[in-house]
């Protein structure tokens, strides 16, 4: 508990050193970067290349299709005008 009420301290003394303006600009900086550590991941699939295939319809209903790629992942088509075991071409960002 001292510990803690030591680092505490010494946390209180080092902000009294900067102006508001550096406070807040540390903060904005801090923010940002934590913004991009939350979404870096989705940022590279965002910017990963598209992946072109040939697919089998395994499921249809009355207005959609259901593909499977080779991931294994099924991907709905809306309007779908094909039949179950037709070939088609897909298009996908892979995950």
Known sequence: MIY??????????????????????YIYIAGIVLVFAIMGSSATSLFSK??????EVKLKSERECVVEASD???RK????PYNVNDTLSITYKPQ
């Not at 598209?50 to 697919?55: D, K, L, M, N, R």
């Open 4 to 25: 803690i009420y030591y680092i505490i301290q010494v946390i209180i003394t080092e902000f009294w050193r900067y102006s508001y303006k550096e406070i807040s600009i």
């Open 77 to 80: 088509i809306l309007s779908c």
């Open 50 to 55: 598209s992946v072109t295939e040939e697919a």
């Open 72 to 74: 294994g992942i099924p």
